[in-house]
């Protein structure tokens, strides 16, 4: 017995050791960053709905309106030409992927760990260089990129109209193929821009594609403060 004791007491000694020297857990900065994810969740959920709603009331709209004599075959476009502005309506056609990858292995203490991973301006470069480039819809891991749509870092990982998302990020392009591809590897361009995440073992991939699909997009489009407005420039920079 006393051996057993004695033992225990050498085993609950290098327990309490191994504890104490662990590094303290920045508790407080993942505590408000998990709050932070969890009001922009809730924010996305409640316009999540009000999209739905708005969406509902939009389908009575058109049912009501198809049925009246005087709605022309103009109007209907001109209703439909809108929904895919906004990107509420799938597109497909031909296009590009991209998919960025984090590295796999880990940076030694002289180097710096930024260059290891694909950050939220990355995304956001690339989407701005897709757009410019000429491509028609654009999605990130399937999040349908509108005018509101926004991209940052929160902690380790991405948000994308308020969802979170983490590497390998898969960007798809409806557009012209062979134009999208080219503005990202000229010189100076996206791709240069990402040679020291390739360098640390990061890797960015891109496909043609003769088909591509893109979602609609599921966020909310409801205008809470701004209110259309038709006049002059000098009207609307007035007092």
């Known amino acids: 017995m006393a051996f057993a004791c004695v033992i225990l007491g ?17 508790a407080d900065n993942t505590r408000q960053l998990l709050e932070l994810v969890r009001t922009l969740e809730a924010e996305r959920n409640k316009l ?20 009246r004599e005087s709605v022309s075959a103009q109007m209907q476009e001109q209703l439909e030409r809108s929904r895919i502005e906004a990107g509420l309506t799938g ?16 940076p030694r203490p002289e180097e710096d760990p930024y260059f290891f991973i694909v950050h939220d301006v990355d995304i956001q470069a690339l989407v701005n260089e897709l757009w410019a480039a000429g491509a028609e819809a654009v999605s990130v ?22 969802v979170r998302m983490a590497a390998p990020y898969t960007v798809k392009a409806i557009g012209p193929s062979s134009d999208l591809e080219a503005a990202l590897r000229m010189p100076g361009g996206f791709l240069d821009s990402m040679a020291q995440l390739i360098k640390q073992g990061g890797e960015v991939k891109m496909n043609r ?27 609307a920079n007035a007092p």
């Open 91 to 106: 597109m497909r056609g031909p296009g590009i992927t991209v998919q960025l990858s984090d590295s796999g292995r880990s």
């Open 141 to 162: 891991n399937n999040q349908r990129v509108v005018t509101r749509t926004s991209i940052r870092c929160v902690g380790p990982t991405v948000l994308v109209n308020g």
């Open 48 to 67: 999540s709905v009000e999209l739905t709603e708005t969406r509902n009331r939009m389908a009575k709209v058109e049912e009501a309106a198809g049925k």
């Open 209 to 235: 594609s003769q088909e591509l699909a893109i979602e609609p997009f599921d966020g909310s489009l409801i205008f809470r403060y701004g209110h259309p407005f038709e006049g002059t420039k000098e009207q």
């Open 10 to 26: 050498i085993m609950g000694g290098i327990q309490f050791q191994a504890q104490s020297a662990r590094p303290p857990v920045q």
